[in-house]
Protein backbone atom coordinates (compact mmCIF):
# COMPACT_ATOMS: atom_id res chain seq x y z
CA UNK A 1 0.00 0.00 0.00
CA UNK A 2 2.63 2.25 0.83
CA UNK A 3 4.68 1.61 -2.33
CA UNK A 4 1.30 2.89 -4.40
CA UNK A 5 0.85 5.64 -2.83
CA UNK A 6 4.45 6.61 -3.48
CA UNK A 7 3.94 5.57 -6.85
CA UNK A 8 0.74 7.98 -7.16
CA UNK A 9 3.01 10.96 -5.36
CA UNK A 10 5.78 10.37 -7.96
CA UNK A 11 2.77 10.87 -11.24
CA UNK A 12 1.41 13.29 -9.59
CA UNK A 13 4.92 15.09 -8.84
CA UNK A 14 5.36 14.65 -12.90
CA UNK A 15 1.75 15.77 -13.80
CA UNK A 16 2.22 19.08 -11.78
CA UNK A 17 5.98 19.60 -13.09
CA UNK A 18 4.46 19.23 -16.53
CA UNK A 19 1.98 22.11 -15.87
CA UNK A 20 4.61 24.23 -14.19
CA UNK A 21 7.33 23.80 -16.98
CA UNK A 22 4.47 24.54 -19.59
CA UNK A 23 3.87 27.61 -18.27
CA UNK A 24 6.88 28.54 -18.11
CA UNK A 25 7.80 27.93 -21.75
CA UNK A 26 4.91 29.95 -22.84
CA UNK A 27 6.34 33.09 -20.54
CA UNK A 28 6.67 35.50 -23.66
CA UNK A 29 4.66 33.37 -26.34
CA UNK A 30 1.43 36.44 -25.70
CA UNK A 31 1.68 39.92 -25.32
CA UNK A 32 1.69 41.88 -22.37
CA UNK A 33 -2.30 42.80 -21.81
CA UNK A 34 -2.90 46.28 -20.50
CA UNK A 35 -3.12 45.40 -16.84
CA UNK A 36 0.59 43.85 -17.19
CA UNK A 37 1.88 46.91 -19.21
CA UNK A 38 0.16 49.28 -16.12
CA UNK A 39 2.67 47.13 -13.60
CA UNK A 40 5.03 48.35 -15.98
CA UNK A 41 4.19 51.55 -16.06
CA UNK A 42 4.25 51.52 -12.45
CA UNK A 43 7.29 49.69 -11.30
CA UNK A 44 9.66 50.12 -13.85
CA UNK A 45 10.45 54.17 -12.25
CA UNK A 46 13.75 55.33 -11.97
CA UNK A 47 13.66 55.28 -8.42
CA UNK A 48 11.33 54.49 -5.91
CA UNK A 49 9.96 58.10 -4.45
CA UNK A 50 8.62 57.98 -8.46
CA UNK A 51 7.33 55.07 -7.95
CA UNK A 52 5.22 55.72 -4.55
CA UNK A 53 3.91 58.89 -5.87
CA UNK A 54 2.58 57.50 -8.92
CA UNK A 55 1.18 53.86 -6.80
CA UNK A 56 -0.99 56.98 -4.76
CA UNK A 57 -3.11 57.66 -8.09
CA UNK A 58 -3.58 53.79 -7.89
CA UNK A 59 -6.08 51.26 -6.74
CA UNK A 60 -3.67 48.38 -4.85
CA UNK A 61 -1.05 48.75 -2.15
CA UNK A 62 2.65 49.28 -2.93
CA UNK A 63 4.39 46.03 -1.64
CA UNK A 64 4.60 44.46 -5.33
CA UNK A 65 5.27 47.67 -7.26
CA UNK A 66 7.96 47.65 -4.84
CA UNK A 67 9.63 44.12 -5.33
CA UNK A 68 9.02 44.60 -8.85
CA UNK A 69 10.92 47.28 -9.18
CA UNK A 70 13.61 46.02 -7.27
CA UNK A 71 13.62 42.90 -9.24
CA UNK A 72 13.64 44.83 -12.38
CA UNK A 73 16.50 46.33 -11.07
CA UNK A 74 18.72 42.89 -10.29
CA UNK A 75 17.48 41.11 -13.78
CA UNK A 76 16.68 43.96 -15.73
CA UNK A 77 13.08 45.36 -17.34
CA UNK A 78 12.30 42.83 -19.54
CA UNK A 79 8.32 41.50 -20.39
CA UNK A 80 9.92 37.78 -19.00
CA UNK A 81 11.83 39.33 -16.01
CA UNK A 82 7.76 41.05 -15.32
CA UNK A 83 6.42 37.51 -15.74
CA UNK A 84 9.26 35.52 -14.13
CA UNK A 85 9.08 36.76 -10.36
CA UNK A 86 5.35 35.74 -10.83
CA UNK A 87 6.30 32.19 -12.14
CA UNK A 88 8.43 31.95 -8.38
CA UNK A 89 5.66 32.99 -6.64
CA UNK A 90 3.84 30.52 -8.02
CA UNK A 91 6.35 27.77 -7.62
CA UNK A 92 6.55 28.63 -4.27
CA UNK A 93 2.96 29.45 -3.32
CA UNK A 94 2.36 25.86 -4.91
CA UNK A 95 4.74 24.30 -2.33
CA UNK A 96 3.21 26.21 0.72
CA UNK A 97 -0.41 24.69 -0.47
CA UNK A 98 0.60 21.34 -0.53
CA UNK A 99 2.94 21.20 3.04
CA UNK A 100 -0.33 22.83 4.21
CA UNK A 101 -2.19 20.07 2.85
CA UNK A 102 -0.02 17.20 4.69
CA UNK A 103 0.00 19.54 8.08
CA UNK A 104 -3.72 19.60 7.88
CA UNK A 105 -3.73 15.79 7.45
CA UNK A 106 -2.15 15.28 10.25
CA UNK A 107 1.08 14.17 8.13
CA UNK A 108 -1.07 11.70 6.07
CA UNK A 109 1.07 11.37 2.84
CA UNK A 110 -1.71 10.06 1.07
CA UNK A 111 -3.19 13.55 1.41
CA UNK A 112 -0.21 14.65 -1.63
CA UNK A 113 -1.27 13.36 -5.16
CA UNK A 114 -4.26 15.35 -4.96
CA UNK A 115 -2.79 18.61 -3.30
CA UNK A 116 -0.10 18.65 -6.27
CA UNK A 117 -2.74 18.54 -8.72
CA UNK A 118 -4.74 21.16 -6.84
CA UNK A 119 -1.78 23.58 -6.42
CA UNK A 120 0.24 23.89 -9.55
CA UNK A 121 -2.25 22.02 -12.30
CA UNK A 122 -5.95 23.45 -11.46
CA UNK A 123 -6.95 26.71 -13.90
CA UNK A 124 -6.80 29.26 -11.28
CA UNK A 125 -2.76 29.17 -10.45
CA UNK A 126 -2.18 28.30 -13.66
CA UNK A 127 -3.76 31.46 -14.88
CA UNK A 128 -1.79 33.93 -13.29
CA UNK A 129 1.16 31.98 -12.87
CA UNK A 130 2.79 34.11 -15.60
CA UNK A 131 0.66 37.20 -15.47
CA UNK A 132 2.76 40.38 -14.65
CA UNK A 133 0.44 41.04 -11.56
CA UNK A 134 0.33 40.56 -7.97
CA UNK A 135 -2.04 37.76 -7.85
CA UNK A 136 0.72 34.88 -7.55
CA UNK A 137 2.64 37.26 -4.91
CA UNK A 138 -0.26 36.92 -2.90
CA UNK A 139 -1.34 33.81 -2.97
CA UNK A 140 2.13 32.77 -1.85
CA UNK A 141 1.41 35.18 1.27
CA UNK A 142 -1.66 34.47 2.37
CA UNK A 143 -0.58 30.83 2.11
CA UNK A 144 2.46 31.38 4.24
CA UNK A 145 -0.23 33.09 6.62
CA UNK A 146 -2.40 30.77 6.87
CA UNK A 147 0.41 28.19 7.69
CA UNK A 148 1.78 30.28 10.54
CA UNK A 149 -2.14 30.33 11.92
CA UNK A 150 -2.57 27.25 12.14
CA UNK A 151 0.91 26.81 14.26
CA UNK A 152 -0.44 29.65 16.15
CA UNK A 153 3.23 31.29 15.73
CA UNK A 154 1.25 34.39 16.19
CA UNK A 155 4.44 37.10 15.36
CA UNK A 156 5.06 35.18 11.82
CA UNK A 157 1.57 35.22 11.13
CA UNK A 158 1.47 38.70 11.73
CA UNK A 159 4.12 39.64 9.36
CA UNK A 160 2.53 37.55 6.46
CA UNK A 161 -0.74 39.22 7.29
CA UNK A 162 0.92 42.10 6.93
CA UNK A 163 2.55 41.87 3.53
CA UNK A 164 -0.84 40.55 2.08
CA UNK A 165 -2.31 43.50 2.57
CA UNK A 166 0.35 45.74 1.29
CA UNK A 167 0.32 43.42 -1.73
CA UNK A 168 -3.41 43.62 -2.24
CA UNK A 169 -6.61 45.19 -0.44
CA UNK A 170 -8.57 41.67 -0.87
CA UNK A 171 -5.36 40.44 1.75
CA UNK A 172 -6.09 43.24 3.51
CA UNK A 173 -10.26 42.16 3.86
CA UNK A 174 -8.61 38.71 4.40
CA UNK A 175 -6.90 39.26 7.27
CA UNK A 176 -9.65 41.78 8.51
CA UNK A 177 -11.84 39.10 8.53
CA UNK A 178 -9.68 36.38 9.94
CA UNK A 179 -8.58 38.82 13.00
CA UNK A 180 -12.70 39.14 13.42
CA UNK A 181 -12.98 35.59 13.47
CA UNK A 182 -10.05 34.18 16.14
CA UNK A 183 -11.39 37.55 18.37
CA UNK A 184 -14.69 36.19 18.24
CA UNK A 185 -13.25 32.83 20.05
CA UNK A 186 -11.09 34.78 22.08
CA UNK A 187 -7.69 34.01 20.07
CA UNK A 188 -6.85 37.52 21.40
CA UNK A 189 -3.50 36.68 20.20
CA UNK A 190 -4.02 35.62 17.03
CA UNK A 191 -6.56 38.27 16.45
CA UNK A 192 -4.57 40.70 17.47
CA UNK A 193 -1.01 40.00 15.32
CA UNK A 194 -3.36 40.18 12.13
CA UNK A 195 -4.80 43.73 13.29
CA UNK A 196 -1.09 44.84 13.82
CA UNK A 197 -0.30 43.52 10.47
CA UNK A 198 -3.15 44.98 8.62
CA UNK A 199 -2.11 48.63 10.13
CA UNK A 200 0.74 49.62 7.27
CA UNK A 201 -2.10 48.42 4.21
CA UNK A 202 -4.77 50.97 6.17
CA UNK A 203 -2.09 53.77 6.73
CA UNK A 204 -1.49 53.66 2.61
CA UNK A 205 -4.92 53.37 2.18
CA UNK A 206 -5.29 56.77 4.41
CA UNK A 207 -2.18 57.62 1.91
CA UNK A 208 -4.18 57.47 -1.17
CA UNK A 209 -7.46 58.26 0.11
CA UNK A 210 -8.39 60.79 -2.69
CA UNK A 211 -7.93 58.42 -4.87
CA UNK A 212 -9.36 55.03 -3.65
CA UNK A 213 -12.99 56.97 -2.46
CA UNK A 214 -13.18 58.75 -5.43
CA UNK A 215 -15.59 57.28 -8.72
CA UNK A 216 -12.62 56.60 -10.21
CA UNK A 217 -11.21 53.71 -8.03
CA UNK A 218 -12.64 50.52 -9.66
CA UNK A 219 -14.88 51.90 -11.58
CA UNK A 220 -14.59 48.86 -14.12
CA UNK A 221 -16.46 46.46 -11.64
CA UNK A 222 -20.11 46.04 -11.74
CA UNK A 223 -22.15 45.26 -8.93
CA UNK A 224 -22.58 41.65 -8.35
CA UNK A 225 -24.81 39.34 -10.53
CA UNK A 226 -24.92 35.22 -11.76
CA UNK A 227 -22.05 36.78 -13.98
CA UNK A 228 -19.80 36.95 -11.43
CA UNK A 229 -20.31 33.27 -10.12
CA UNK A 230 -20.06 31.64 -13.18
CA UNK A 231 -16.57 33.94 -14.11
CA UNK A 232 -15.16 33.02 -10.36
CA UNK A 233 -16.16 29.25 -10.87
CA UNK A 234 -14.95 29.14 -14.70
CA UNK A 235 -11.33 30.23 -13.38
CA UNK A 236 -11.67 28.08 -10.52
CA UNK A 237 -12.49 24.86 -12.61
CA UNK A 238 -11.82 25.88 -16.52
CA UNK A 239 -14.08 25.03 -19.09
CA UNK A 240 -17.90 24.69 -18.48
CA UNK A 241 -17.75 25.10 -14.85
CA UNK A 242 -21.38 24.49 -14.13
CA UNK A 243 -21.44 20.87 -15.38
CA UNK A 244 -17.98 20.11 -13.84
CA UNK A 245 -19.47 21.29 -10.49
CA UNK A 246 -22.56 19.25 -10.83
CA UNK A 247 -20.34 16.47 -11.54
CA UNK A 248 -18.26 16.84 -8.48
CA UNK A 249 -20.56 16.78 -6.32
CA UNK A 250 -22.56 13.96 -7.62
CA UNK A 251 -19.58 12.64 -7.22
CA UNK A 252 -18.78 12.94 -3.95
CA UNK A 253 -22.26 12.18 -2.70
CA UNK A 254 -22.15 8.60 -4.91
CA UNK A 255 -18.33 7.86 -3.23
CA UNK A 256 -20.38 8.76 0.02
CA UNK A 257 -23.30 6.49 -0.51
CA UNK A 258 -21.48 3.49 -2.38
CA UNK A 259 -17.37 4.09 -2.84
CA UNK A 260 -16.43 3.58 1.17
CA UNK A 261 -15.91 7.88 1.34
CA UNK A 262 -17.17 9.24 5.10
CA UNK A 263 -19.63 11.68 5.39
CA UNK A 264 -18.66 15.60 5.29
CA UNK A 265 -19.94 16.58 9.10
CA UNK A 266 -18.61 20.56 8.30
CA UNK A 267 -19.84 21.55 11.50
CA UNK A 268 -17.90 19.19 13.70
CA UNK A 269 -14.89 19.46 11.70
CA UNK A 270 -11.87 21.57 12.73
CA UNK A 271 -10.41 21.74 9.44
CA UNK A 272 -13.07 24.83 8.20
CA UNK A 273 -11.12 26.68 10.72
CA UNK A 274 -7.27 25.58 10.47
CA UNK A 275 -7.65 26.07 7.55
CA UNK A 276 -8.70 29.10 7.38
CA UNK A 277 -11.47 28.43 5.19
CA UNK A 278 -14.27 29.91 7.33
CA UNK A 279 -12.36 33.36 7.48
CA UNK A 280 -11.99 33.41 4.42
CA UNK A 281 -16.09 32.81 3.87
CA UNK A 282 -16.07 35.88 5.99
CA UNK A 283 -14.58 37.61 4.10
CA UNK A 284 -16.66 36.55 0.67
CA UNK A 285 -19.57 37.69 2.24
CA UNK A 286 -18.30 40.95 3.56
CA UNK A 287 -17.32 42.04 0.20
CA UNK A 288 -20.31 40.78 -1.94
CA UNK A 289 -23.00 42.69 0.18
CA UNK A 290 -20.57 46.31 0.03
CA UNK A 291 -20.43 45.35 -3.31
CA UNK A 292 -23.93 45.91 -4.28
CA UNK A 293 -23.36 50.13 -2.59
CA UNK A 294 -19.31 50.37 -3.83
CA UNK A 295 -18.76 47.56 -6.12
CA UNK A 296 -15.45 45.22 -4.91
CA UNK A 297 -16.10 42.13 -5.87
CA UNK A 298 -14.45 40.52 -8.92
CA UNK A 299 -13.61 37.43 -10.57
CA UNK A 300 -9.95 37.39 -10.35
CA UNK A 301 -9.80 39.07 -7.08
CA UNK A 302 -10.92 35.91 -5.40
CA UNK A 303 -7.50 34.11 -6.30
CA UNK A 304 -6.82 35.09 -2.69
CA UNK A 305 -9.47 31.86 -1.69
CA UNK A 306 -6.98 29.70 -2.77
CA UNK A 307 -4.61 28.53 -0.04
CA UNK A 308 -7.69 27.88 2.04
CA UNK A 309 -9.73 25.90 -0.21
CA UNK A 310 -7.33 23.95 -2.25
CA UNK A 311 -5.45 22.14 0.72
CA UNK A 312 -8.65 21.67 2.86
CA UNK A 313 -10.47 19.77 -0.31
CA UNK A 314 -7.32 17.54 -0.67
CA UNK A 315 -8.05 16.36 3.27
CA UNK A 316 -11.01 16.02 2.73
CA UNK A 317 -11.52 14.45 -0.61
CA UNK A 318 -8.69 12.00 0.89
CA UNK A 319 -9.71 11.65 4.25
CA UNK A 320 -10.83 7.48 3.97
CA UNK A 321 -9.71 4.80 1.63
CA UNK A 322 -12.30 4.17 -1.18
CA UNK A 323 -13.84 0.79 -2.79
CA UNK A 324 -11.83 -0.35 -5.38
CA UNK A 325 -14.23 1.26 -8.07
CA UNK A 326 -14.47 4.02 -6.30
CA UNK A 327 -10.77 4.57 -6.42
CA UNK A 328 -11.22 4.12 -10.48
CA UNK A 329 -14.07 6.18 -10.58
CA UNK A 330 -11.72 9.37 -8.80
CA UNK A 331 -8.93 8.45 -11.63
CA UNK A 332 -11.77 8.90 -13.78
CA UNK A 333 -12.78 12.13 -13.43
CA UNK A 334 -9.13 13.92 -12.82
CA UNK A 335 -7.56 12.57 -15.63
CA UNK A 336 -10.90 14.19 -17.40
CA UNK A 337 -10.23 17.15 -15.26
CA UNK A 338 -6.33 17.29 -16.20
CA UNK A 339 -7.21 16.76 -19.97
CA UNK A 340 -9.84 20.26 -19.83
CA UNK A 341 -6.77 21.79 -17.50
CA UNK A 342 -4.29 20.63 -20.08
CA UNK A 343 -5.98 21.97 -23.04
CA UNK A 344 -8.38 24.19 -23.02
CA UNK A 345 -6.96 25.94 -19.80
CA UNK A 346 -4.01 26.79 -21.31
CA UNK A 347 -6.04 28.58 -24.53
CA UNK A 348 -4.93 32.07 -23.48
CA UNK A 349 -1.74 31.22 -22.61
CA UNK A 350 -0.86 29.46 -25.77
CA UNK A 351 -0.97 31.69 -29.33
CA UNK A 352 -1.00 28.19 -31.10
CA UNK A 353 -4.61 27.62 -29.43
CA UNK A 354 -5.60 30.96 -30.36
CA UNK A 355 -4.62 32.70 -27.63
CA UNK A 356 -4.51 36.45 -26.84
CA UNK A 357 -4.30 37.51 -23.03
CA UNK A 358 -7.63 39.45 -22.36
CA UNK A 359 -8.05 40.48 -25.89
CA UNK A 360 -5.09 42.86 -26.30
CA UNK A 361 -2.43 43.03 -29.12
CA UNK A 362 -0.09 45.30 -28.15
CA UNK A 363 2.92 43.90 -29.31
CA UNK A 364 1.69 43.40 -32.64
CA UNK A 365 0.71 47.03 -33.29
CA UNK A 366 4.07 47.84 -31.81
CA UNK A 367 6.33 45.69 -33.68
CA UNK A 368 3.77 46.35 -36.86
CA UNK A 369 4.78 50.11 -37.00
CA UNK A 370 8.34 50.07 -35.75
CA UNK A 371 10.31 52.87 -37.54
CA UNK A 372 7.43 55.12 -38.25
CA UNK A 373 7.01 58.48 -36.88
CA UNK A 374 3.86 60.01 -36.39
CA UNK A 375 1.71 57.53 -34.85
CA UNK A 376 -1.66 58.20 -32.22
CA UNK A 377 -3.95 55.84 -30.28
CA UNK A 378 -7.14 56.31 -27.88
CA UNK A 379 -4.76 54.41 -25.54
CA UNK A 380 -1.17 56.19 -26.78
CA UNK A 381 0.51 55.13 -23.16
CA UNK A 382 -0.49 51.57 -23.26
CA UNK A 383 1.65 51.55 -26.65
CA UNK A 384 4.59 53.68 -25.32
CA UNK A 385 5.02 50.93 -22.75
CA UNK A 386 4.56 48.19 -24.96
CA UNK A 387 7.33 49.93 -27.29
CA UNK A 388 9.58 50.35 -23.80
CA UNK A 389 9.23 46.41 -23.44
CA UNK A 390 9.27 45.38 -27.10
CA UNK A 391 12.79 47.48 -27.71
CA UNK A 392 14.07 46.03 -24.44
CA UNK A 393 13.66 42.37 -25.71
CA UNK A 394 15.12 43.81 -29.15
CA UNK A 395 12.19 42.98 -31.15
CA UNK A 396 11.76 47.03 -32.69
CA UNK A 397 13.82 49.80 -33.41
CA UNK A 398 13.68 52.95 -30.98
CA UNK A 399 10.87 55.16 -31.93
CA UNK A 400 11.54 58.60 -33.10
CA UNK A 401 8.39 59.90 -31.42
CA UNK A 402 6.18 58.50 -28.93
CA UNK A 403 2.59 57.37 -29.72
CA UNK A 404 0.28 60.71 -29.08
CA UNK A 405 -3.47 60.61 -27.84
CA UNK A 406 -6.21 62.26 -28.86
CA UNK A 407 -5.54 65.63 -27.94
CA UNK A 408 -2.17 65.33 -29.59
CA UNK A 409 -3.91 64.35 -32.73
CA UNK A 410 -5.54 67.26 -32.66
CA UNK A 411 -2.68 69.36 -31.96
CA UNK A 412 -0.44 67.96 -34.73
CA UNK A 413 -2.86 68.46 -37.43
CA UNK A 414 -3.03 72.43 -36.59
CA UNK A 415 0.37 72.53 -37.50
CA UNK A 416 1.89 73.26 -41.03
CA UNK A 417 3.21 71.70 -42.35
CA UNK A 418 0.98 68.36 -42.27
CA UNK A 419 2.90 64.71 -42.49
CA UNK A 420 2.81 62.85 -45.46
CA UNK A 421 1.30 60.36 -43.81
CA UNK A 422 -0.47 59.14 -39.92
CA UNK A 423 -0.94 55.52 -38.09
CA UNK A 424 -3.49 55.28 -35.79
CA UNK A 425 -3.99 52.32 -34.00
CA UNK A 426 -5.45 50.80 -30.88
CA UNK A 427 -6.18 46.95 -29.24
CA UNK A 428 -8.62 45.69 -27.32
CA UNK A 429 -12.64 43.78 -27.84
CA UNK A 430 -13.42 45.01 -31.34
CA UNK A 431 -16.32 46.74 -30.86
CA UNK A 432 -14.62 48.79 -28.07
CA UNK A 433 -11.96 49.56 -30.06
CA UNK A 434 -13.68 50.64 -32.97
CA UNK A 435 -15.58 52.70 -31.16
CA UNK A 436 -12.90 54.47 -29.50
CA UNK A 437 -10.65 54.90 -32.56
CA UNK A 438 -13.40 56.49 -34.80
CA UNK A 439 -12.62 59.87 -33.62
CA UNK A 440 -9.31 59.93 -34.28
CA UNK A 441 -10.07 58.27 -37.88
CA UNK A 442 -13.07 61.45 -38.15
CA UNK A 443 -10.34 63.88 -37.09
CA UNK A 444 -7.48 62.96 -39.98
CA UNK A 445 -10.10 62.61 -42.73
CA UNK A 446 -11.38 66.01 -42.12
CA UNK A 447 -8.01 67.39 -42.18
CA UNK A 448 -7.83 65.50 -46.25
CA UNK A 449 -6.67 62.01 -45.32
CA UNK A 450 -7.47 58.84 -47.16
CA UNK A 451 -7.09 55.74 -44.47
CA UNK A 452 -5.97 52.20 -45.41
CA UNK A 453 -6.50 49.19 -43.12
CA UNK A 454 -3.49 47.77 -42.60
CA UNK A 455 -4.69 45.10 -39.74
CA UNK A 456 -4.16 41.71 -41.78
CA UNK A 457 -3.70 39.31 -39.01
CA UNK A 458 -4.79 40.88 -36.33
CA UNK A 459 -7.96 39.17 -34.41
CA UNK A 460 -8.23 42.26 -31.12
CA UNK A 461 -6.18 45.26 -32.88
CA UNK A 462 -7.14 47.57 -35.34
CA UNK A 463 -3.82 49.49 -37.73
CA UNK A 464 -4.70 52.52 -40.10
CA UNK A 465 -2.74 54.23 -42.34
CA UNK A 466 -3.47 57.76 -43.12
CA UNK A 467 -1.85 59.16 -46.04
CA UNK A 468 -2.47 63.18 -47.39
CA UNK A 469 -5.06 62.88 -50.98
CA UNK A 470 -2.64 65.00 -52.29
CA UNK A 471 -0.50 62.30 -51.96
CA UNK A 472 -0.30 59.37 -54.61
CA UNK A 473 -2.97 56.43 -54.22
CA UNK A 474 -2.48 53.73 -51.78
CA UNK A 475 -0.40 50.81 -52.93
Not at 231 to 256: F, H, T
Not at 339 to 366: C, H, K, N, T, Y
Not at 406 to 420: H, K, T
Request: net charge positive; aromatic share 10%; glycine share 8%.
Amino acid sequence: MRRTAQVWTLVAALVAMAFALRTLLLIDATALWSDELYSVGKSFQPSPLALLEMLRQDTHPPLYYGLLWSWGQLVGQTPVSLRLLSWLAYLAGGGVMVAQAVALADGRRSVLPLALLLAFCSPYPVRFAIEGKSYALLVLLVALAWWWRRAERSVPYGVMAGLAGLTHFYGLFLVLAAAAWDGARRRWRLAGAALLGAIPALGWMAYSADYLFSSRSGSWIGPPDFALLEESLARALGLWPLPKLLLVVVLVWGLQLWGGMQQLRWRQNRLLDRSALLPSAVMVMAVVLVSFVKPLAFSRYFVVLLPSVLPLLSVVLTASPLHRWGQRLVLGVLVLLLISWWGPGFAELDPAAGGVREQDQFRAISQRTSGERERYSPRARLLNLSDQMELAMGRINAPELPWGDRDELRERLLRSPLPDELWLASSGPPLKLNRKLKPLQQQVEAAGYVCDDRSAGFSHARLLRCRSESRAPLP
